[in-house]
């Protein structure tokens, strides 16, 4: 039943202008901030937590904002998972930084795009994966039913999403290998699956090592990447943001460090197109707390 009625939402919403989309979505998130609901505490916690520079009041007007950003992410999945191949990339109104995709492909080792939860992160997959052959870690949906529509949709410009297992790292190291693409969201607490806690804003985050270590075995440039939403349903203005080399194989903390610092610079140009919601530092720190 939700599976049926997340699909029948989604096609409605890709019947709408984009522009339409937009403005639905900020109402969507608006009601989702005035209703009580479990990602208040996470949204609050994270923005006091990682802007502690900012006043109240901004934070205060920072946390509406990222609620009202969420509806629109929502919204406009409708188009991202549906429309055609050259309806969906009209969306996309600017591109910064690729070139830095050419010298990476020109070195031999293959690219790793490491795109946050930050803008219209759906979009990132498919513009990457329509001009370059491109393997992404694909996560299973709390509702399964939805698991092969939505799968089917982010492959539908030419990516290849693999499961988050031994397979699926297998198939990321054999992309790169062959001068490819690997795509990873590197903002996710991996659990108990592999990570390293260092700073994020500051707080110390559980931090995967699966990215660096795929950087380090391969020598694949990491490269960041998110599309921002353009005021007023203009589309997007996708960029993309070079990381330096990694360091040595041996201190992951230190590599771990940097892909946060590099998911930190991101989020600072956009922070109210971050996903606060999401708790990020969910896992602590022996001895720590919870902050959730």
């Known amino acids: 039943m939700l599976a049926t009625l997340a699909k029948l939402a989604i096609y409605l919403f890709a019947l709408l202008p984009y522009r339409i989309t937009y403005a639905l979505g900020a109402v969507v998130g608006?009601?989702?901030?005035?209703?009580?609901?479990?990602?208040?505490?996470?949204?609050?916690?994270?923005?006091?937590?990682?802007?502690?520079?900012?006043?109240?009041?901004?934070?205060?007007?920072?946390?509406?904002?990222?609620?009202?950003e969420l509806g629109r992410t929502a919204a406009e999945t409708g188009a991202l998972l549906v429309w055609n191949k050259q309806r969906t990339l009209k969306l996309v109104k600017k591109v910064s930084g690729e070139e830095c995709i050419q010298q990476?492909?020109?070195?031999?080792?293959?690219?790793?795009?490491?795109?946050?939860?930050?803008?219209?992160?759906?979009?990132?997959?498919?513009?990457?994966?329509?001009?370059?052959?491109?393997?992404?870690?694909?996560?299973p949906l709390r509702i399964p039913r939805l698991n092969p529509f939505v799968?089917?949709?982010?492959?539908?410009?030419?990516?290849?999403?693999?499961?988050?297992?031994?397979?699926?790292?297998?198939?990321?190291?054999?992309?790169?290998?062959?001068?490819?693409?690997?795509?990873?969201?590197?903002d996710q607490d991996p659990d108990d699956e592999g990570g390293v806690f260092a700073p994020f804003f500051g707080?110390?985050?559980?931090?995967?090592?699966?990215?660096?270590?795929?950087?380090?075995?391969?020598?694949?440039s990491v490269i960041f990447s998110y599309a921002e939403r353009l005021p007023r349903g203009q589309g997007f203005h996708v960029r993309f943001v070079p990381m330096p080399a990694m360091p040595?194989?041996?201190?992951?903390?230190?590599?771990?460090t940097r892909l946060n610092q590099g998911v930190e610079t991101c989020v600072r140009q956009s922070p109210a197109q971050y996903q606060w919601s999401y708790r990020r530092f969910k896992t602590r720190p022996p001895g720590e707390a919870k902050l959730y």
């Not at 539908?156 to 190291?173: C, E, F, I």
């Open 248 to 256: 040595g194989a041996r201190d992951l903390k230190e590599t771990a």
């Open 151 to 186: 799968k089917s949709a982010r492959e539908r410009m030419g990516a290849t999403l693999v499961p988050t297992n031994a397979s699926g790292v297998r198939a990321l190291y054999k992309a790169l290998e062959q001068n490819q693409m690997a795509g990873i969201l590197p």
């Open 30 to 68: 608006y009601l989702v901030y005035l209703i009580p609901n479990t990602l208040h505490k996470a949204a609050k916690t994270n923005i006091d937590l990682c802007f502690p520079e900012l006043s109240e009041q901004q934070r205060a007007r920072l946390y509406k904002q990222s609620f009202i």
């Open 203 to 220: 707080i110390s985050a559980n931090t995967m090592t699966l990215l660096p270590r795929l950087s380090q075995k391969t020598g694949a």
């Open 104 to 139: 990476a492909f020109s070195q031999g080792k293959g690219v790793i795009i490491a795109a946050p939860h930050l803008g219209a992160w759906e979009m990132i997959g498919l513009y990457c994966s329509s001009n370059n052959p491109m393997t992404s870690l694909y996560r």
